[in-house]
């Protein structure tokens, strides 16, 4: 056997030995009750990665279990699975910083991102990105951004009617999906670094085509192998894991490629940025942290990799949740066509009151008193979590409250779980945002009118935005989040103002696909990739 060969066997023999370890000193989740583990060497947790929609184990098991659980991970450890409130809460915000997010989490990232916000793992780390990008993300900042929003919205609604509906005055059906994520692409481009990606004038650039369908060709339905190997990644070095981007399969070749042409350009506009720095009329997202950064204490600025990396944190995060989101928002308008019209009114009269004080279009004020607008946004965001489950670790020992009792499997009803340093946590976004006594009984129904109603209990504040865990929370909670909230106001009022949305005569089956960010397919077609399929008419 050859020396390399011994040496593989005995890092994989002293890593199934730690792994063996930890479960035996941090078990201290084993009473909880969970569903059976398939095998020791798969667990059950890769069942989430295999469920036809997202959301289907995740509300079976809060009915069977209650708002924590336990479920096993490959080689044996046992995961919590959080959806209690105080619980989220406590992690989350009363304890952000003790919670790091776990090494697959923060591998992975860097896999997509590179060293952006989203790798960082500790608090010192995170505090320090966070700050050199604070300065970008102010509510003003970011509300100077709505007439772009705006602008970028009207673009796509007039490809709509010129090259889409021009010949077919009955309406058409159009894969809305493509056309969004095209959008919000070129409006990140020009708000985060005043570029221009040239989505929608042309579907097939180089930008275009990386990001289409990344996320299923690459982490839907992981391979054994695959889950097995990150099993391990705990006990390998960081700068080991760095180089697992260059495996040549397909979970790992088309983020490299992708994140390899984000950096490209990255790079450049960084280097541009940075030699107009004295500049200060320059107000998009890059701009303003060019010069954040440069007026840092050396020791504590972002290096040149972290700044490039943060643009392809940027890019997609600002363009690919954005437009899954409105894809949604017009699906369930499509479902609902009461409340569709409730909103095209609502939207017209505000038009009205607009024209007649002599204004062109829409001020953030008016977007804001939109009422019926603004609830069905909370309830998309809500009812189709873009990002349905985030991991995170116990930094220490620790005692995580619960404000609903739960049962373990000797029958003891307890009140408060006891963790380890090292535990791993799931917090369940998609459960949480369906959770009956925070959002009603009708909890499992996409309906606005829960928050038009005030029947939504907030006696435990979490998340960013209208109590939801959408946008994470606390500390780490997503710093874009505003951004997200105006630009999906700015789009939606757009298309909502000018066209007609209906279920396709063919009624495809839509499914919610757990590919890391969970976006739509049509049932039975799920290879073919993301796609809404809807009916539009102009109006």
């Not at 590179?114 to 990008?133: A, N």
């Not at 951004?145 to 159009?174: C, H, N, Y």
């Not at 979970?251 to 030699?275: C, P």
Request: some cysteine.
């Amino acid at each position: 056997m050859s020396n390399s060969l011994v040496l593989l066997a005995l890092a994989a023999a002293t890593g199934l030995l730690a792994r063996w370890y930890y479960w035996y000193t941090h078990n201290s989740i084993r009473s909880l009750r969970g569903p059976p583990p398939k095998t020791w060497l798969l667990g059950n947790i890769r069942d989430y990665f295999y469920q036809e929609s997202v959301g289907d184990l995740d509300f079976k098991y809060v009915n069977d279990f209650g708002t924590a659980w336990r479920q096993t991970s490959p080689l044996g450890a046992n995961v919590l699975m959080l959806v209690d409130p105080k619980g989220l809460q406590h992690v989350m915000h009363k304890s952000g910083y003790n919670y790091p997010k776990s090494v697959q989490v923060r591998i992975g990232s860097f896999n997509v991102t590179g060293k952006s916000i989203l790798w960082t793992r500790f608090g010192d780390s995170h505090s320090r990105h966070r700050k050199v990008m604070n300065p970008a993300f102010t509510a003003p900042q970011l509300r100077s951004f709505l007439p772009l929003f705006r602008r970028g919205a009207a673009k796509m609604s007039q490809k709509w009617k010129d090259e889409v509906l021009s010949q077919t005055p009955q309406g058409k059906t159009i894969a809305v999906n493509k056309w969004l994520a095209r959008t919000t692409l070129d409006v990140i481009g020009e708000a985060a670094f005043e570029y221009d990606f040239g989505a929608l004038d042309d579907n097939k650039n180089e930008v275009t085509k990386a990001y289409d369908n990344m996320f299923i060709d690459s982490v839907l339905h992981p391979p054994l192998w695959n889950t097995v190997f990150q099993a391990l990644w705990p006990y390998l070095p960081d700068g080991l894991l760095e180089y697992a981007r260059y495996i040549p399969t397909r979970e790992y070749t088309r983020f490299r490629q992708t994140l390899k042409l984000i950096n490209k350009v990255s790079k450049q506009l960084i280097d541009h940025k940075s030699g107009q720095s004295e500049d200060k009329s320059s107000r998009d997202v890059m701009s303003v942290l060019v010069r954040a950064n440069s007026s840092e204490n050396p020791k504590t600025k972002l290096s040149e990799v972290e700044m490039v990396s943060q643009m392809a944190a940027l890019t997609l995060a600002g363009h690919e949740t954005t437009a899954n989101t409105v894809t949604w928002f017009l699906y369930e308008l499509a479902n609902h066509p009461e409340y569709q019209e409730k909103l095209r009114e609502e939207i017209t009269h505000k038009r009205a009151e607009i024209n007649a004080r002599g204004d062109q279009d829409f001020s953030m004020e008016d977007l804001e008193s939109l009422e019926y607008l603004q609830a069905a946004i909370k309830e998309t965001l809500r009812f189709h979590p873009i990002v349905y489950h985030l991991i995170r670790e116990a930094g220490k020992d620790d005692v995580i409250p619960l404000s609903q009792p739960i049962t373990t499997e000797t029958g003891k009803v307890i009140t408060d779980i006891p963790v380890g340093k090292g535990q791993h946590i799931m917090i369940n976004v998609a459960a949480y945002n369906r959770l009956p006594n925070v959002w009603g009984e009708d909890a499992q129904v996409w309906n606005p009118m829960r928050f038009i109603d005030n029947k939504v209990d907030t006696e435990i504040r979490l998340g960013m935005f209208g109590n939801l865990m959408t946008f994470s929370a606390g500390v780490r909670g997503c710093i874009g989040w505003r951004f997200s909230i105006i630009e999906l106001q700015a789009i939606i009022v757009e298309l909502v103002e000018n066209f007609k949305y209906n279920i396709p005569e063919e009624k495809p089956e839509i499914a919610r696909i757990p590919a890391g960010i969970m976006g739509p397919v049509v049932k039975g077609k799920m290879y073919e990739g993301i796609q809404m399929p809807l009916h539009v008419t102009a109006l």
